[in-house]
């Protein structure tokens, strides 16, 4: 799948424009200190409605078109990271030129007084981390205003603006969580820099994951937005605001009818500390977590999809105070099912900093509740983990490829050694057994199991030696299962959970 948020850029390289005119219809700014949401001239009717007109023509005024510029460094050389790089150094001994960028996207007034809402990734450093310099607001009338950044909340990818001025039209947040699939709603925003679009559509699902992070809970519509509807607002039939446009999914990067709002449950109280000068505080309990999905619930006996399953504790942080442990499976939070649709990451980050929270883990094929006191969730730089491959093992010779065929996973193993060890750069040694080979037809080639990779346990239990594994993958076909659960790691990096169908 591919996810792209919703904003366009455009770069001006060597004096050249290549930006979008904004092409927003003439409309007057309404200079009014009341909210411009509210009941709908026209009220409802069953079914379709006969017009959105009236509904667009008081929302429009409180809708602006978002842009910033940035200064950023491109290559002066042609042919940067080509093998004829070295031999075409451009002007200036290819030196970085410095550039203006110029990022477009949406945003909507929240009070009459210029406060604005938009998406984080609309104003937030560019390419190379470039600072942005300048960021203006446009209103439907072509008025232009200056903007400052008042805060932003990379987490949830919203920001707060702030342009100087009184009597602004402005609109309201709604009650997401009475919106249900089928209901209409209407988007307005900037699409390629077209200023002032307006579509509709109806609410498609609700609770979407697109593996956003802990604010992952957004509302899917098909209302058409594409690049530059980023931080739009996306209204209900009385003219509130229930979500804000920030991502579509397209394999063209065009609008396909499948798009992603943060509804106003999420955004509302993130606003209100941004627009206070505030930081947004998160809960942390320092797990590394991954979904049930079929092959792992199988493999330790659960149903899929109810619970996820912690495969790092952090030291030192909540979970591991509190007694939780590597290969629990976490199935409710404060008395609340930990689902694909109510992740663990969401249901922890939307808890305050020290808060006691109850957690019911399964452990063993037993149920046990543990009480965590909640940490504070650090910046998304900090959680970041870097990706590395490890060094090999000698060439492998054939009797371990044929071995690896003849096992019932497709795996070859042998004793981790401490000079495999010195090969494979571990800093630590882990205790378990390594992959000697795979069989590349196998479910182990498949998912991406190489030569090199550490099994530290199969099915929750500690392999220590090729028995164990053996022994395991014995009492998993007994059992009827299709599948083994193993804890993998790769060189020093964190280790996880992948499930093995039998060959």
Excluded: C
């Excluded at 998304?380 to 690896?404: F, I, S, Y």
Aim: aromatic share 4%.
């Amino acid at each position: 799948m591919r996810y792209a948020y919703a904003m366009t850029a455009a770069m001006l390289l060597g004096g050249t424009a290549a930006t979008l005119a904004l092409q927003s219809p003439a409309a007057s700014q309404q200079a009014q200190s009341e909210a411009i949401s509210g009941t709908a001239t026209s009220a409802p009717r069953p079914g379709a409605p006969m017009s959105f007109a009236d509904l667009a023509a008081r929302l429009q005024p409180a809708v602006v078109n978002i842009s910033t510029t940035q200064k950023v460094q491109v290559s002066n050389n042609p042919f940067e990271g080509t093998p004829f790089g070295d031999l075409f150094g451009g002007q200036q001994g290819g030196q970085p030129v410095t550039r203006e960028a110029q990022s477009l996207g949406s945003g909507f007034l929240i009070s009459s007084d210029g406060y604005i809402v938009t998406n984080n990734h609309v104003v937030s450093p560019g390419q190379r981390g470039a600072a942005v310099s300048s960021i203006t607001v446009t209103f439907p009338d072509r008025t232009e205003y200056p903007a400052k950044l008042i805060g932003r909340d990379p987490t949830s990818d919203l920001a707060v603006l702030k342009i100087e001025g009184k009597n602004f039209p402005y609109v309201k947040f709604g009650d997401s969580a009475r919106a249900r699939v089928g209901d209409w709603v209407v988007a307005i925003g900037n699409p390629y820099g077209l200023g002032g679009t307006v579509t509709a559509g109806i609410v498609s699902a609700l609770h979407r994951n697109i593996n956003g992070g802990p604010s992952d809970r957004y509302i899917q519509s098909d209302a058409s937005i594409n690049q530059g509807n980023s931080g739009g607002p996306m209204f209900d039939m009385s003219g509130n605001v229930i979500g804000i446009n920030t991502a579509i999914f397209s394999p063209t990067g065009g609008n396909i009818g499948i798009g992603f709002a943060i509804p106003a449950e999420v955004a509302a109280p993130v606003v209100e500390t941004l627009k206070a000068g505030g930081r947004v505080k998160r809960g942390y309990l320092g797990v590394g977590i991954q979904p049930l999905d079929e092959g792992a619930a199988d493999a330790l006996g659960l149903q899929k999809n109810r619970g996820e399953l912690i495969a790092r504790v952090e030291p030192n942080e909540a979970a591991a105070k509190a007694g939780i442990r590597e290969g629990d499976v976490v199935v409710t939070v404060g008395g609340r099912e930990v689902t694909p649709d109510q992740t663990l990451s969401f249901l922890i980050a939307n808890q305050p900093v020290g808060a006691r929270v109850p957690i019911e883990v399964i452990r063993g094929g037993k149920r046990q509740t543990f009480t965590a006191v909640l940490g504070e969730r650090p910046s998304e730089d900090k959680l970041a983990t870097l990706n590395g491959g490890a060094p090999g093992l000698d060439p492998e010779d054939d009797e371990t490829t044929q071995n690896a065929a003849k096992e019932s996973l497709g795996l070859a193993v042998q004793d981790l050694t401490p000079e495999i060890a010195r090969q494979l750069g571990l800093t630590n040694v882990p205790r378990g057994i390594v992959i000697g080979a795979v069989d590349p037809s196998s479910d182990a080639g498949g998912k991406g199991l190489r030569r090199g990779d550490i099994i530290l346990s199969a099915n929750q239990q500690p392999t220590l030696t090729a028995a164990d594994l053996n022994r395991v993958a014995a009492e998993a076909k007994r059992a009827g299962r299709a599948n083994v659960l193993l804890y993998i790691q790769r060189g020093n990096n964190p280790a996880r959970y992948i499930a093995i169908k039998f060959k």
